[in-house]
C-alpha cells in the first residue's frame, strides 16, 4: 500500500496571481502538502502552461493584467478539453456580484484574500477528489468506447465506421446548431451505437444478410444490450436514446420500440442518417459501395417512403455539398 500511495503521481495545481507575494504563499503552502505547483503572473502565462500540460486544478486571481480571472475562466469552461479542471478564483472583492460574475464564467469554487492555509487545503482537497471521479467516468468511457471499437474489428468490412460515424454525426449537429453537450453525445454515439453487438455470435454479425427469423430477433436486441451496458454510467445519459432507437424508422417498422416520426428522438435520427449513408457507401460481401451521388438518391426515395427524417436527411447532403465530402 505505502508503495502504490508513493508511486501515485501528485496532483498538479496551476496558480494564477499577479501579486509575488501571493503567489509564493500559495505555491509554499501547497508544495509542503505534496502537490506538483506551477505559479504565473497572468492568463496568457497560464495558458502556455496549459498547452503544455493540463493541470488536476486552477487557482486564479480575479484582477490581473491582460485577461481577468472571469474571462480566462469562462474561456477554459467553453473548451471541451478544459472545462472539466476545477477552477477556484480568488479574491479581494466581498461584493455580491463580483460572486455572480464568477458563478456565470463557471468557477466551480471561491476563496476570499487574505488566504487561510485550511481553507485553502479544505478547497483543493475537496475539488481533487472531484476531479479524480471525473477522470474514473472518463476513464470508464473510454474503455466502453474501446469496447465499440472492437466490435468493429470483428467486421472488416466495418473498418472506420466508427470514426466516420463520430465525425459526421457531430459535423451534422454543429450544422443544425446543437449545443456542445449534444455534439458531444453524437460523436460519443458514434463510438458506443453498436455496442450492443458485442453479445451477437459472429456467425450472425458477419452473416449480414438473409439472417433467418431466430437469428433476425438475436440481432434486434443489440440496441437494448447496448443501452443496458451504457445505463450504470449517468455521463452517459443523452448518448443511451441513440444506442436503443438508431435503427428505428419514422414509419414505426424500426426495432426495437416500433417508435415513428417525432416519438424518436432527435439525436438518434441525426446518427441514423450518417449512419444509413456510411453502410450505402461500403461495399459487403452481399452489395457493392454505392457512389455519393447514388446514396444521396437512395436516401431521399427511403425518406419520402418513410424510413429516415426527410428534413435532416437534406440537412444532411447540404452539409457535405458545403464541406465538399463524397
Given amino acids: 500500500m505505502v508503495e502504490l500511495l508513493a508511486q501515485r503521481r501528485a496532483a498538479r495545481i496551476l496558480v494564477v496571481d499577479d501579486n509575488p507575494d501571493t503567489m509564493m504563499l500559495m505555491r509554499e503552502l501547497l508544495q509542503i502538502r505534496g502537490y506538483d505547483v ?15 500540460q493540463l493541470p488536476d486544478l486552477i487557482l486564479s486571481d480575479v484582477v490581473m493584467p491582460g485577461k481577468s480571472g472571469y474571462e480566462f475562466c469562462r474561456e477554459l469552461k467553453e473548451n471541451p478539453s478544459t472545462r472539466l479542471i476545477p477552477f477556484v478564483l480568488i479574491t479581494g472583492l466581498s461584493d455580491r456580484e463580483d460572486k455572480l460574475h464568477g458563478i456565470e464564467a463557471g468557477a466551480d469554487d471561491f476563496l476570499n484574500k487574505p488566504i487561510f492555509a485550511e481553507e485553502l487545503f479544505a478547497r483543493v482537497k475537496s475539488l481533487l477528489k472531484l476531479k479524480e471521479f471525473t477522470d474514473e467516468l472518463e476513464s470508464a468511457e473510454s474503455v466502453l468506447c474501446t469496447l465499440g471499437l472492437s466490435v468493429e474489428s470483428r467486421d472488416p468490412y466495418t473498418e472506420g465506421h466508427c470514426e466516420r460515424l463520430a465525425q459526421n454525426a457531430s459535423n451534422l449537429g454543429r450544422h443544425l446548431g446543437l449545443d456542445e453537450e449534444a455534439i458531444v453525445a453524437l460523436r460519443r454515439g458514434g463510438y458506443l451505437h453498436d455496442l450492443g453487438k458485442i453479445a451477437v455470435p459472429d456467425e450472425i454479425l458477419k452473416k449480414g444478410s438473409n439472417l433467418t427469423p431466430e437469428e433476425w430477433e438475436v440481432m434486434k ?9 451504457c445505463r450504470p454510467l449517468k455521463s452517459l ?7 436503443r432507437h438508431h435503427h428505428e424508422h419514422t414509419d414505426g417498422s424500426g426495432y426495437p420500440d416500433g417508435l415513428r416520426k417525432r416519438d424518436i428522438p432527435l439525436l ?3 446518427l441514423q442518417v450518417v449512419d444509413v449513408y456510411d453502410a450505402l457507401r461500403t461495399a459487403r460481401p452481399y452489395k457493392p459501395a454505392l457512389s455519393h451521388d447514388q446514396s444521396a438518391i437512395t436516401m431521399r426515395e427511403e425518406a419520402r417512403a418513410g424510413l429516415w427524417d426527410e428534413e435532416l436527411v437534406g440537412e444532411f447532403f447540404s452539409m457535405l455539398e458545403k464541406r465538399q465530402v463524397a
Fill in 237 to 243: 445519459r443523452l448518448i443511451l436514446p441513440i444506442i
Fill in 268 to 270: 438518434p435520427r441525426v
Fill in 38 to 52: 506551477v505559479a504565473v503572473p497572468d492568463a496568457s502565462h497560464a495558458e502556455a502552461e496549459i498547452r503544455h
Fill in 221 to 229: 436486441q443489440h440496441p437494448i444490450t447496448g443501452e443496458n451496458i
